[in-house]
């Protein structure tokens, strides 16, 4: 029993110093955008890094995500094409499609998604990096690299994600209408208005607010493990695996926070 609990409490004590450096690196990143452009110094974000990562994650990852937000309404409206013409309301099910990508699974799958994709390419660039020693260059320098490398992946995903996630959302829903025609005989006017009944507001503020988060988990949870790298390329390998790994826990376990928080607050 001691042997265990000692496990456990060794575990517990390494998440809360996890945690803890999550957000030291998100708080000194949140200074370098909002803070130090202001200072005496006037250390701002290089703007060429920027739009740089800005293509990397956003315009390079949208095929994939178009491709797999296709499949996911193609599924819903397949899984749900029998059930649905079973009890007589066939014609809902570009209501089904609408709300359920644009509110639940196109912000979740881009995000797990991009965990794989941008995530991923993030960490394993940091993690070389630093075994390079490339990141004690830059202290030589008094190059802070935070400001020098996580900012710009930091805003990058948080602006390039949620607008690919809204992309991706339109090529499911037209999956899904595709489907809706071709095995339901509905015809897109009608699945369209069907799906705008449904939609509100606020389900396509939630699933933006919701990419957005996710866009940032991603980010942070690959530069910080990329940052830790402290050994040769087996590091930079366990820091990329950790990183998809640890991103979609965190991505799942804010899903599930959003959704009983949302629906205290919306009612829906």
Known sequence: MGNIAGELGARFYSGLRYIGGMAWLFTDALFFIFIAPFSKRKLRVRGAPVLEQMVRVGFSSLGIVCLVQLFIGIVIALQLSNLLRTFGIKEYVGSVVGLGIFRELGPLMTAMVMAGYAGAAMSAELGTMAVSEELEALHALAISPVRYL?????????????????????????????????????????????MLETLVTSDVVVGIFKSWVFAVLIAL???????????????????????VVFSIVMIISADCLFAAVFRIILGR
């Open 221 to 243: 949870i690959a530069c910080f493990e990329g940052l830790r790298v402290d050994s040769g390329a087996e590091g930079v390998g366990k820091a990329a695996t950790r990183s």
């Open 150 to 194: 996580v900012v710009p992946r930091l805003i990058a995903a948080a602006l390039m994600i949620p607008c690919v996630t809204m992309i991706g959302n339109f090529v499911g829903v037209l999956g899904g209408m595709g489907i809706a025609w071709n095995v339901l005989h509905i015809s897109p006017a009608l699945f369209t208005q069907k």
